[in-house]
């Protein structure tokens, strides 16, 4: 049987969150077109590392497949006024309309949270009206907040031109793996806080917020009170700027929680970070999530999770699955006393929680995967 031949833009290393993306649409995709698929990667990074770019080289290598994926990803930010279409897909409509292989944008992000620039706006626009009226590429948006972006910012009607799908990380698979972190006698927790753009996570600005150092203090008394229930804590990086809060994190605790129950999961970047992070996720009782894909993948593999909110993109994920009791807003004051009783409430119960969103977001995510194959 002829293999698909699929050139697919993203990004493979640095982020574990979009390697467990990728590893859920290409399982889904096979599935969903009963075919063998083999890929070319193409790094987006070195587009950002400007070691290479969306030129004629890149359209070259884009014909020479069947499919071109792009994603998924934050790709579709609305503050890069020097790109050609506003955001991260730094192409000019000549060259997107020399590929011929048809193009997928894949479960994309539409992110406003930096900014929104008009001018970004206005090249976003154009470009979307190009893909728009061709009749070989597809767009698709993710479960972020993302159709709500483009409702509000770009317009309706682009807004109705995108396929709303689940990010596939809901459905990543990974390999059984030993986990030295986990401590079979206690109550684990996984904790995933982010260490990248803390001025937009903690802009500190109102009455009622708080800035980084007062939140690291108060999430240290947090882990501190919930320790009365004999916990045993893993702190997990998913990108290199996580060990630096961490690092501050443990330098607020006792020394008694330092030295007795903590552990730190190691910084694992590509599919090996994957597998190894997301299968000690599957073997916690409980996560706590301020990145989007400790939320999304926490939940996909059945978890408790609990979303640490300091970002709109964490604030609309649990909007759209209808699960706003299971975030705390960790930038505002007294976001500790929600965060114990939320975390009580898992560690004493018996129960085991179950998802019933997970089915209905499959049969879109399957529903695109058939638009792709037609």
């Known amino acids: 049987m002829k293999k698909l031949q ?23 995709l096979k599935n969903n077109l009963c075919v063998d698929i083999e890929y070319t990667e193409f790094e987006i990074r070195k587009i950002f ?15 020479q497949h069947d499919l071109v994926v792009i994603g998924g990803g934050n790709y579709f930010e609305l503050w890069v006024d020097e790109s050609n279409t506003g955001t991260s897909i730094d192409i000019t409509l000549e060259l997107l309309s020399k590929i011929t292989a048809p193009v997928v944008f894949n479960a994309l992000g539409v992110d406003s949270a930096q900014g929104a620039s008009e ?3 206005r090249k976003f626009r154009f470009f ?7 009749p070989s590429m597809l767009l698709s948006c993710r479960n972020d907040g993302s159709i709500k972006t483009l409702r509000e910012i770009i317009g309706k009607k682009y807004a109705d031109a995108f396929f709303h799908v689940p990010d596939a990380g809901f459905f990543t698979e990974v390999k059984d793996s030993f986990h030295p972190e986990i401590d079979p006698d206690k109550k684990n927790i996984v904790i995933q806080i982010a260490g990248d753009m803390l001025d937009t996570r903690f802009p500190n600005r109102g009455p009622t917020d708080i800035s980084y150092e007062h939140f690291l203090e108060s999430f240290a008394d947090y ?8 916990v045993n804590f893993i702190l997990v990086p998913h990108i290199f700027r996580d060990l630096n809060v961490i690092d501050s994190l443990l330098n607020k605790l006792p020394d008694s929680i330092r030295r007795g129950c903590i552990s ?7 599919q090996k970070g994957q597998d190894y992070i997301f299968d000690l996720y599957a073997k916690s009782d ?51 006393e929600k965060l114990l009783t939320l975390s009580q409430g898992v560690l004493n119960s018996s129960n085991v929680r179950e ?20």
């Open 128 to 134: 979307l009206d190009f893909v728009i009226d061709s």
């Open 223 to 230: 882990m501190v009170e919930i320790n009365k229930l004999d």
């Open 264 to 270: 730190v999961a190691p910084y694992l970047v590509g």
């Open 49 to 63: 590392w400007k070691q290479k770019s969306f030129d004629e080289d890149f359209v070259d290598l884009a014909n």
């Open 6 to 28: 699929v050139l697919h833009v993203a990004s493979f290393t640095g982020n574990i969150g979009d390697n467990a993306n990728h590893t859920g649409f290409r399982a889904a």
């Open 119 to 121: 001018a970004a706006v």
């Open 286 to 336: 409980l996560v706590l999530g301020m990145r989007f894909h400790a939320s999304v993948c926490g939940l996909g593999v059945g978890k408790p999770c609990i979303g640490l909110v300091n970002y709109r993109q964490i604030d609309e994920l649990y909007e759209e699955l209808a699960l706003n009791d299971w975030k705390v807003y960790v930038n505002k004051k007294g976001f500790e």
């Open 355 to 374: 998802y019933d969103f997970l089915p209905g977001w499959r049969k879109k995510l399957d529903s695109f995967h058939l638009e792709i194959k037609q």
